[in-house]
Each structure stands twice: as C-alpha cells, then as structure tokens.
Nanobody, 115 residues
Framework: QVQLVESGGGLVQAGGSLRLSCAASGSIFSINVMAWYRQAPEKQRELVATITRGGIANYADSVKGRFTISRDNAKNTVYLQMNSLKPEDTADYYC?????????WGRGTQVTVSS
C-alpha cells in the first residue's frame, strides 16, 4: 500500500508560479515512477510529467520549459514547480505512483490561474 498526499495548490495570476508537493508513505521502496496528472473541468485526465527512481524526467509538450518535476528521496516527496502559469493550466492536479503490480493516486490539489 502507498499513500499519496498532495499540497501546494491555490489561486495564482497568469505568469505566476506555484510549487506542488506530493508526500508518499507506505511501500515506497516499490515505487518505480512517480508522476503528476491534471484534469480540467469537463476534460479527461492528462499526464503532465513523470520522474523515474533515478531522476529521469519527462514532460507533456504543453508544459515543457515551464514546469519542473523533481523528487527528494530522503523525504519521500515529489515536487512540481510550475512557472509562467497560464489560465489553461487551471485543473485539479493529481500525484501518481507506479508500482510493478498497481498504480496509486492522491486525492488531488486544485490549481486556478486567473487571467
């Protein structure tokens, strides 16, 4: 079992920044990849960024150059630094942990970017 708790969401003006955090607990040694997804109102959930145990990161084209995913293995925490935010980044952001046999999700944190 893995528990994921997100934090750091909020309301920000366009061009601003936020840093999301995802604290993992439980069977964290089994986690291969951690990721951030987002879901805007009336849209499907989409992948934002992933990071492997070794720190290799990948990003959706829509956030490349603006968002940075990182992880602190000592704190069992994954971060998403979001800069140059746009109104279209408004969504609920979810943390995701991928283990060999199943995937876990956090409950999400809301990000609202005003124009």
């Amino acid at each position: 079992q893995v528990q994921l708790v997100e934090s750091g969401g909020g309301l920000v003006q366009a061009g601003g920044s936020l840093r999301l955090s995802c604290a993992a607990s439980g069977s964290i040694f089994s986690i291969n990849v951690m990721a951030w997804y987002r879901q805007a109102p009336e849209k499907q959930r989409e992948l934002v960024a992933t990071i492997t145990r070794g720190g290799i990161a990948n990003y959706a084209d829509s956030v490349k150059g603006r968002f940075t995913i990182s992880r602190d293995n000592a704190k069992n925490t994954v971060y998403l630094q979001m800069n140059s935010l746009k109104p279209e980044d408004t969504a609920d952001y979810y943390c995701n942990a991928q283990l060999p046999t199943r995937t876990y999700w956090g409950r999400g944190t809301q990000v609202t970017v005003s124009s």
